[in-house]
C-alpha cells in the first residue's frame, strides 16, 4: 500500500558511509523527512577514515544546512565485522584493486548493501523510522549487483514481509551519474555543503587523506577516485 502522507510528515533512517553518495543523501532526506538519523556500518574495511570521516560530515551538515538542523537526530553504529571477513575483497584486505573473474572489481563485497538493508530495517522499526535512504547507484563504474534498483525493489518487498510492514528504501542517486550527484549537492545547500563534501566525505578506496585535490581528498587512481574527480571535472565544466 502506497503511503499517501506527505514526506515531511514522516521519518527516515538514512545509510551514511561519509562518502559523497551518502552525504548528499543526507542532504536531500533532511529536506524531505520531519525526522532523520543515520546509520553506519563498522564491517572491517580497511580504513578507519571512513568512520572518521562520516562523524564530521554530520557534523557540518547542521552547519551548513541550519535550517533543517533540528530534523538531525540520532547516529548509529552497526557492528558487522564478522561479515566483513566473509567477504575478504580488497575493500576488508590489504590487496590490489583489480577485475575479477566474474568481471566485477575485487572492492565489491558480496551481499553488503542486502546485510546493510537488513540491519538498517530492523533498527529502523526499533527507532520508529519508517523510511530507508541508500545512496546506491546503477550508473557508477562498477556495476556492483546489490547496486541495482531491481536489488532494492526485490529488498523492499522482502523486508515488508519479514517485519509486517510497508519498508520503502529511497535512492535518488540511483540514474544520476556523479556529475549529477555534484549538482544535485548544490542544489540542497549551495557552496557551502558541496564544500563540505569536498573536504570531509571520504571515498578514496584506499584510505588517502594526505593528497588534496578540487574534487577532494584520495590517492587520485584508485576507481572510487577517479570517478569521483570525472564528475567533479564535468559538472564544473557544465555549470
Known amino acids: 500500500m502506497t503511503d499517501s502522507r506527505h514526506p515531511l510528515d514522516r521519518s527516515a533512517l538514512v545509510l ?17 523527512f520531519a525526522r532523520v538519523e543515520t546509520v553506519g556500518f563498522d ?16 557534523a557540518g551538515m547542521a552547519q551548513v544546512l541550519p535550517g533543517l538542523a533540528d530534523r538531525l537526530g540520532p547516529d548509529h553504529v552497526v557492528d558487522l565485522t564478522g561479515f566483513g571477513a566473509i567477504g575478504e575483497t580488497a575493500m576488508t584486505t590489504d590487496r590490489a584493486i583489480e577485475v575479477g573473474a566474474r ?9 553488503r548493501n542486502l546485510i546493510f538493508l537488513t540491519a538498517a530495517a530492523a533498527l529502523a522499526d526499533r527507532r520508529g523510522l ?32 519479514g517485519l509486517d ?3 520503502p528504501i529511497e535512492t535518488p542517486l540511483m540514474a544520476l551519474t556523479k556529475s549529477q550527484t555534484w549538482a544535485l ?9 558541496v564544500e563540505l563534501i569536498v573536504e570531509e566525505s571520504h571515498t578514496c ?22 570517478l569521483r574527480a570525472d564528475g567533479w571535472r564535468d559538472w564544473v565544466a557544465n555549470r
Open 130 to 161: 519508517e523510511v530507508l535512504v541508500g545512496g546506491m547507484c546503477e550508473t557508477d563504474f562498477s556495476g556492483y549487483p546489490d547496486c541495482r534498483r531491481d536489488t532494492i525493489d526485490a529488498m523492499e518487498r522482502a523486508l515488508a514481509l
Open 205 to 226: 578506496y584506499r584510505g588517502d587523506r594526505s593528497q588534496r585535490h578540487d574534487w577532494g581528498y584520495g590517492c587520485g587512481d584508485c576507481p572510487a577516485c577517479e
Open 185 to 193: 549537492a548544490h542544489d540542497l545547500g549551495g557552496d557551502a555543503l
Open 103 to 111: 568481471g566485477l572489481p575485487n572492492t565489491f563485497v558480496p551481499g
Open 165 to 167: 510492514r510497508p519498508s
Open 16 to 32: 551514511f558511509s561519509g562518502g559523497q553518495d551518502s552525504a548528499t543523501c543526507l542532504a536531500w532526506a533532511l529536506h524531505r
Open 43 to 58: 564491517y572491517g574495511q580497511r580504513h578507519a577514515v571512513e568512520m572518521e570521516a562520516r562523524l564530521r560530515v554530520r
